[in-house]
């Protein structure tokens, strides 16, 4: 691709480049990609550069850790590597101190903003001149830490992406006229479509709806939260076999008629599903619909990540593998030759997969913002010497939602706003609220994860801080749990951004943040879904797949401007939902126009007020759920005049309106009920011995010794 060979000829030019005293600028060119291994088209292309034997070192699936720490303190000029690989060196690599780096970035997106990119710069920056002899305390291995990250005088960055997202563009980008931060240098999605190295992926797109009866078979009438309820019906009405059976008709007839022939009879297509189970389901459906119509110019291969079971198959375990019959590694390859036609994904070959020859796609899952782009740009490459033209049919979004995926990445992207160290002090307090993480624990834990080489007595106390506070989050209402793992690590990523972005330190805050980092790999991800289930308890069918509309030239109008994401807490889609009934309600009754979203944020800075009282939590703690809201209720006053500066119009209306306020602000009382009560019941030091864990049903499992990071 072009970027690919925008890549090797930069690495080449950066290699002999000498100032105005004819001394060589940088010592050494790092070429970083966030994928597995380094791509076998980026690989190909830094090996033609010009160069001598040894100059040159690509780190291949075959190439250790240890294989780049050795490049980097030998005289290898250029080398590409894995960006994952640099985690494992940070802390053994010397030798390196007086040397300039060029970093080059092969797409900059998540990973260059947090742990990954940190470790590049604490391995390549210069940092601090250490001397054997010189005893340092906590605090100076702690500033040093903090000081290695973010910007390094010896190491210029380079970073490459066709979708920048706002992280990307606070790390790497500059000050553009409007004093916004944007890329340096731009080819813009338009430029390359106008110039034809690139397709408009959005001229042929056809919109489909899926109309459908859901009805109950069961007597009980159950209530569920209805955010969670929808995301568990539609898992369902996906893996339908009716739905599938008339999807799979839908797909082959028009990739038969409209697709196969082009490109002189080697047109290829991709189906995008929304999960494993689903891609299996529809690879089992594709076989048993060209069987049955006796299709022998078709094939079709699975692409998907580890293994999946299906319950109407008694539990049975799939594997892309087993199913394609050959290696992972040899699907791109496979997948290439003239007589295999199509590629069933899930969650796979979304990114950065190129094939020339895929002019078609069928879309099956939500697709939205960047994964919208990534996903369908899969199609823009052209294809000479034929005039390749490209289709979707879009099962699951509209034409417009796409288009507003794309609209930030059409032209230029700038960056709208940015983050100042309260924002992460906003996310700190929200943190400390839920009352499980214990500051004498987390400065005897940074004492002793400062110590080079710990002991197994002092690996054993540290992972004794990280059970204690595994347990308290154990014992918090399941609600409040997944509250606090998703704060917890919405404060690690917001931390890792932000000292990366700025020149921003707080020794108490790295401190928080070093326990936090390693006590988030404490929880392992829920496989429980959301706690209950809808098999059996509903059937859809009367399938119908309507075609919505056509669409053959988009009017997309760019839309650049991007934000990073703020540091408060949203309202739950239950409460976002009873909210806007509430404010419509207000609305007819008062002759008032409250904007639903100004309004949710009100509604959060009173919550956050009420979480902090010490009245309310002393009230909490020796009362039920109903005695308490008399003192809920009693203190929403002294609240709402605490935040009127924040929004004098709706909280003068609450406080002059008894009847409405008690609605709006009911809607958090068991919230801050249960997390006050936990909070004042919470001893100051937990006793209970380190082998104890105390796991409910509706808790997840404690780690075993062998997943323990620090043993």
Same mark, same amino acid.
């Given at each position: ?169 606070? /790390?790497?980008?500059?000050? =553009? !006229? ?9 080819? $813009?999605? *338009? %430029?390359?479509? +106008? ?114 079971? /299906?319950?109407?198959?008694? =539990? !049975? ?9 050959? $290696?992972? *590694? %040899?699907?791109? +390859?496979?997948?290439d030759k003239d007589e295999n036609r199509i590629l069933i994904v899930a969650n796979k070959y979304q990114t950065g997969f190129d094939q020339p020859r895929l002019c078609a796609m069928y879309v099956l899952k939500k697709l939205k913002k960047i994964a919208a782009v990534q996903t369908l740009s899969r199609l823009n490459r052209i294809c ?45 307090t929200k943190l400390d609220s839920f009352g499980v993480l214990d500051s004498y624990d987390i400065d005897n834990f940074a004492e002793l994860i400062t110590i080079a080489k710990p002991t197994e007595k002092q690996k054993i106390q540290m992972t004794g801080y990280l059970q204690k506070a595994e347990r308290k989050a154990n014992n918090l ?235």
């Amino acid at each position: 691709s072009g970027k690919t060979k925008t890549i090797a000829w930069l690495a080449h030019r950066l290699a002999s480049l000498h100032d105005l005293e004819d001394k060589q600028i940088f010592d050494n060119i790092v070429i970083v990609t966030d994928r597995v291994v380094v791509d076998r088209q980026l690989q190909d292309a830094v090996r033609q550069i010009d160069h001598k034997s040894g100059l040159i070192k690509v780190m291949d699936d075959s190439c250790s850790a240890d294989d780049l720490r050795k490049a980097l303190e030998g005289n290898t000029k250029i080398i590409a590597t894995t960006i994952q690989k640099f985690l494992y060196i940070v802390n053994t690599i010397k030798k390196i101190n007086n040397k300039n780096f060029a970093v080059i970035i092969d797409e900059a997106h998540s990973s260059t903003a947090g742990k990954d990119m940190s470790a590049v710069t604490q391995t390549l920056g210069k940092g601090r001149e250490k001397d054997e002899d010189d005893e340092r305390d906590t605090q100076d291995v702690l500033v040093d830490e903090i000081r290695a990250n973010g910007k390094q005088p010896n190491v210029s960055m380079f970073a490459f992406t066709a979708t920048p997202k706002p992280t990307t563009l606070a /790390l790497f980008g500059r000050p =553009g !006229k409007s004093g916004k931060n944007e890329a340096f240098d731009l080819y $813009s999605m *338009k %430029q390359a479509i +106008e110039e034809e190295f690139i397709l408009d992926v959005l001229v042929n797109y056809m919109e489909y709806k899926t109309y459908y009866d859901i009805n109950k078979v069961i007597e009980d009438d159950p209530m569920y939260k209805s955010g969670k309820a929808k995301k568990k019906i539609a898992y369902l009405v996906d893996l339908t076999d009716e739905n599938i059976e008339k999807r799979t008709e839908i797909i082959i007839e028009h990739f038969r008629s409209v697709v196969m022939q082009e490109l002189g009879g080697t047109a290829k297509a991709m189906v995008v599903t929304a999960s494993r189970a689903a891609a299996v389901k529809y690879k089992m459906a594709f076989e048993k619909y060209i069987r049955d119509n006796e299709y022998t110019d078709l094939s079709c291969f699975v692409a998907f990540s580890g293994k999946v079971k /299906l319950d109407e198959h008694k =539990g !049975k375990e799939y594997t892309e593998m087993g199913i394609n019959g050959f $290696s992972e *590694k %040899q699907l791109p +390859e496979v997948f290439d030759k003239d007589e295999n036609r199509i590629l069933i994904v899930a969650n796979k070959y979304q990114t950065g997969f190129d094939q020339p020859r895929l002019c078609a796609m069928y879309v099956l899952k939500k697709l939205k913002k960047i994964a919208a782009v990534q996903t369908l740009s899969r199609l823009n490459r052209i294809c000479p010497p034929y005039k390749k033209k490209t289709f979707v049919l879009d099962f699951c979004n509209t034409y417009e939602d796409i288009k507003k995926s794309f609209a930030p990445y059409y032209t230029a992207t700038i960056l709208d706003n940015n983050i100042t160290p309260s924002d992460i002090y906003k996310i700190e307090t929200k943190l400390d609220s839920f009352g499980v993480l214990d500051s004498y624990d987390i400065d005897n834990f940074a004492e002793l994860i400062t110590i080079a080489k710990p002991t197994e007595k002092q690996k054993i106390q540290m992972t004794g801080y990280l059970q204690k506070a595994e347990r308290k989050a154990n014992n918090l209402p399941l609600d409040s749990y997944k509250e606090f793992i998703a704060v917890l690590k919405r404060f690690v990523r917001f931390y890792e951004f932000i000292i990366q972005a700025s020149h921003f330190e707080d020794i108490e805050l790295h401190k928080k943040y070093k326990f936090c980092s390693n006590l988030q790999s404490w929880f392992k991800k829920d496989q429980s879904g959301e706690g209950f289930s809808l098999k059996d308890q509903i059937v859809a069918n009367n399938f119908l797949n309507k075609l919505q509309g056509e669409y053959q030239k988009p009017d997309l109008v760019a839309d650049p401007y991007v934000k990073l994401p703020e540091a408060e807490t949203q309202l739950s889609e239950d409460e976002e939902k009873k909210l806007s009934e509430i404010i419509e309600e207000i609305n007819n009754r008062t002759g008032n126009t409250f904007d639903k979203d100004v309004a949710a944020k009100a509604m959060l800075q009173i919550k956050e007020i009420m979480l902090k009282s010490e009245k309310l939590q002393q009230s909490a703690l020796v009362n039920s759920e109903d005695e308490f809201r008399f003192s809920y209720f009693d203190d929403i006053d002294d609240a709402l005049v605490q935040g009127l500066e924040q929004n004098q119009d709706f909280f003068s209306m609450l406080l002059s309106n008894p009847e409405i306020k008690k609605q709006v602000l009911g809607i958090f009382v068991t919230e801050v009920y249960k997390t006050l009560k936990h909070k004042g019941e919470t001893p100051a030091y937990d006793t209970t011995p380190m082998q104890s864990y105390i796991a409910g049903e509706e808790t997840h499992t404690p780690m075993a010794a062998e997943d323990n990071p620090l043993l």
